[in-house]
Nanobody, 119 residues
Framework: QVQLVESGGALVQPGGSLRLSCAAS????????SGWFRQAPGKEREEVSC????????NYADSVKGRFTISRDDAGNTLYLQMNSLKPEDTAVYYC????????????WGQGTQVTVSS
């Protein structure tokens, strides 16, 4: 099973940018679809974005469309989430995950990284 470790979370001001990373080991990330989820305090975990195993297809939650970009470095076996124009409502713990396809259930979770957007 693929092990996932997120990094890059931080405290950032509204309007700022962050790039989250998710390093995979024990398997090849490109064999799976992979995605980013987030969970804010008191709320359910929600899917933010997903990229297909081929890398040719991506999707985004409406709340982040146009601001966030998912990408994958196959040579480095790493998933990324570039987050721009951050808003306080983006504050959450962000998790990366693998799936068979973007429409199926999660197979592996990372431990999460905290993103706080506040002035």
């Amino acid at each position: 099973q693929v092990q996932l470790v997120e990094s890059g979370g931080a405290l950032v001001q509204p309007g700022g940018s962050l790039r989250l990373s998710c390093a995979a080991s024990g398997g090849t990330l490109a064999y799976y679809a992979s995605g980013w989820f987030r969970q804010a305090p008191g709320k359910e975990r929600e899917e933010v974005s997903c990229i297909s195993s081929s890398g040719g297809s991506t999707n985004y939650a409406d709340s982040v469309k146009g601001r966030f970009t998912i990408s994958r470095d196959d040579a480095g076996n790493t998933l990324y989430l570039q987050m721009n124009s951050l808003k306080p409502e983006d504050t959450a713990v962000y998790y990366c995950a693998t799936k068979l396809t973007c429409g199926t259930r999660v197979r592996s979770w990372g431990q999460g990284t905290q993103v706080t957007v506040s002035s």
